[in-house]
């Protein structure tokens, strides 16, 4: 039998993702809000909720959100960023690993862009 599922469906949980309002690299994985902008927390950047996010078809096939790019981003605490969250003022949304980089405190860090997919049903 064949599965579909219709765009609306997988752009409902980018509804909700298009929300966050704060990005933050982290020197590890955040499991809460707090770890994320407080604990974990190297370096943050305000995001525009459903500014700073565009969904599209994915790569292969589903549907994406594609975060903006961020550049020169203050670094706040010295460390190695190994994730990045995604936040709004009440929840963590969304993590994902990076690649590792050496963050020094007062330098200045660049989100380059990056998506989270979601693919059809197979």
Not at 92 to 114: I, K
């Amino acid at each position: 039998m064949a599965k579909s599922v219709h765009n609306d469906v997988l752009d409902g949980a980018f509804d909700i993702l298009d929300q966050a309002d704060i990005m933050t690299a982290c020197n590890a994985e955040p499991t809460t809000r707090t770890e994320a902008i407080t604990t974990f927390k190297l370096a943050d950047v305000a995001m525009i909720p459903n500014t700073d996010y565009t969904k599209s078809d994915g790569d292969v096939n589903g549907r994406k959100v594609r975060v903006a790019t961020k550049l020169a981003v203050t670094i706040d605490t010295s460390g190695t960023a190994t994730h990045v969250a995604l936040c709004d003022a009440t929840r963590l949304l969304y993590v994902t690993t990076c690649t590792s980089q050496v963050l020094t405190a007062g330098g200045t860090v660049d989100f380059p862009v990056w998506d989270v997919e979601i693919a059809d049903p197979t």
